[in-house]
């Protein structure tokens, strides 16, 4: 008889699965969701650091909304990637620590244009790699799991969507500084109020 190991949530401690169970999960049984969650938390940190370069860029260029923007999902990328490294030691007995990379041409980001780019570029590729992870635990019969990361996405979408209207606004305009600055302003005002609440 296996020993009790409370972060398996494949069997009981004191039951024993009848066979036509034992043959539905086998394939469920097979599936590990921890590296799926690496994976998410390794997307969380990537997060960190391209809101932290995007941060000081941006404050490179003098737009103060965009480097608090950037700084503020900077923060709540962190606060994910720490919610999910507790929630995989509390369900699975995991500690996983995810490693820093550099970002490749991160200090090369000096206009407005190419730091929205940039940004949207990213925020797609995260999404897509995100949404995969919820899908494989979806399919792995592990939704809480993948609930998770399906909430985590909701607003990696509000982020699209709002890059992706500064990116069409600020194109039409003609990439105007002036009015780039005055959107910038209003942003700014906005995020501050948000993170004084």
């Not at 469920?28 to 941060?55: Q, T």
């Not at 737009?63 to 923060?75: A, F, I, S, T, V």
């Not at 993948?146 to 996405?153: E, H, S, W």
Request: charged share 25%; with cysteine; aromatic share 12%.
């Amino acid at each position: 008889m296996m020993a009790y190991n409370p972060f398996d949530r494949t069997r009981s401690p004191s039951s024993s699965p009848s066979l036509a169970a034992t043959q539905a999960s086998n394939t469920l049984e097979d599936f590990d969701p921890v590296p799926w969650l690496k994976k998410a938390m390794d997307c969380k940190l990537k997060g960190v650091m391209f809101h932290s370069n995007a941060s000081r860029s941006a404050h490179m260029m003098g737009l103060q909304g965009m480097k608090r923007w950037h700084r503020c999902q900077m923060k709540d990328d962190f606060k994910q990637l720490v919610e999910l490294q507790h929630y995989t030691i509390d369900q699975f007995g995991v500690n996983y620590a995810p490693e820093f990379e550099a970002t490749p041409g991160a200090t090369t980001i000096t206009d407005t244009q190419s730091l929205l780019k940039a940004y949207n570029e990213y925020e797609s590729k995260y999404y897509a790699i995100m949404s995969d992870i919820a899908n494989q635990l979806t399919l792995g019969n592990y939704s809480n799991e993948a609930g998770l990361i399906r909430d985590i996405l909701c607003g990696v979408s509000k982020e699209l969507e709002k890059s992706r209207r500064w990116y069409q606004d600020f194109e039409k305009a003609n990439w105007d500084w002036a009015y780039i600055r005055i959107v910038d302003a209003k942003l700014h005002d906005k995020v501050k109020e948000q993170e004084e609440t």
